[in-house]
């Protein structure tokens, strides 16, 4: 079975600055896709960003963007240009090719940004 | 576009009750799923669909049933509620279809149950 693991519980960074949250995981399928979503106070679960597996360019949205190595298994999440919007839990998740397109989440990393 | 709604936002029951949550998605999407959220962690499959009529098992199902009679609306039984079964619930739904939402899947505002 996949699992997900994320190794920070919390993380804190200036406003303005750029944070890394580091996500690994295990799987021995070759075509995947892994997402980061945000979960702010409002519990609502927001989609911020997505990777293929198959595609070895790093996906990025705005001031997000990930470093996706394959071979470590490895999906990380920078944050540039932190903003008082962007605290809250973050969570990466792995979904396996076709099928019923079910997530595996991580157990989540709080980020804080200090103004 | 409402997206996926989920009712109620918030209960409480008694040990031993039973209940259904409610959802409804207008998006035309052919999966559901049903994950539950525990303090501090992340969420975890409880049961999912692939269409009207059909259900399965995720990977915390015991306690819980669901039904889904049409594409829109998936919902999650509860019987004889038990305290481990405090937490809050997510529903969501995706698309195998092409398009900008392929395999995205897309949440309801969640409920927060809890069981004394």
């Known amino acids: 079975a996949q699992t997900v693991t994320q190794s920070q519980p919390e993380m804190s960074v200036q406003e303005a600055e750029t944070v890394t949250l580091s996500c690994t995981y295990d799987t021995s399928e070759s075509d995947y896709y892994l997402f980061w979503y945000k979960q702010p106070p409002s519990r609502q679960m927001i989609l911020v960003i997505r990777?293929?597996?198959?595609?070895?360019q790093n996906a990025t949205e705005n001031r997000f963007s990930v470093n996706f190595q394959k071979a470590a298994k490895s999906f990380s999440l920078k944050i540039s240009d932190s903003q008082l919007g962007d605290a809250a839990m973050y969570f990466c998740?792995?979904?396996?090719?076709?099928?019923?397109?079910?997530?595996?989440f991580g157990q989540g990393t709080r980020l804080t940004i200090n103004p | 576009n409402a997206g996926v709604t989920q009712t109620p936002k918030f209960r409480i029951l008694k040990i031993g009750q039973s209940m259904t949550l409610q959802c409804t998605q207008d998006m035309n999407h052919n999966y559901m799923y049903w994950y539950r959220q525990d303090p501090g962690m992340g969420l975890k499959l409880i049961y999912y669909?692939?269409?009207?009529?059909?259900?399965d098992k995720g990977e915390v199902p015991n306690g819980y049933n669901v039904s889904r009679s049409t594409t829109e609306d998936f919902p999650l039984r509860l019987e004889l509620a038990a305290p481990s079964q405090t937490s809050v619930y997510f529903c969501?739904?995706?698309?195998?279809?092409?398009?900008?939402?392929?395999?995205?899947?897309?949440f309801g505002a969640g409920t927060r149950l809890s069981v004394l």
């Open positions: 969501a739904s995706s698309t195998y279809l092409g398009g900008q939402s392929k395999n995205i899947q897309y």
């Open positions: 669909s692939v269409g009207a009529g059909i259900t």
């Open positions: 990777q293929e597996a198959y595609k070895q």
């Open positions: 998740a792995y979904m396996g090719w076709g099928g019923a397109q079910k997530l595996v």
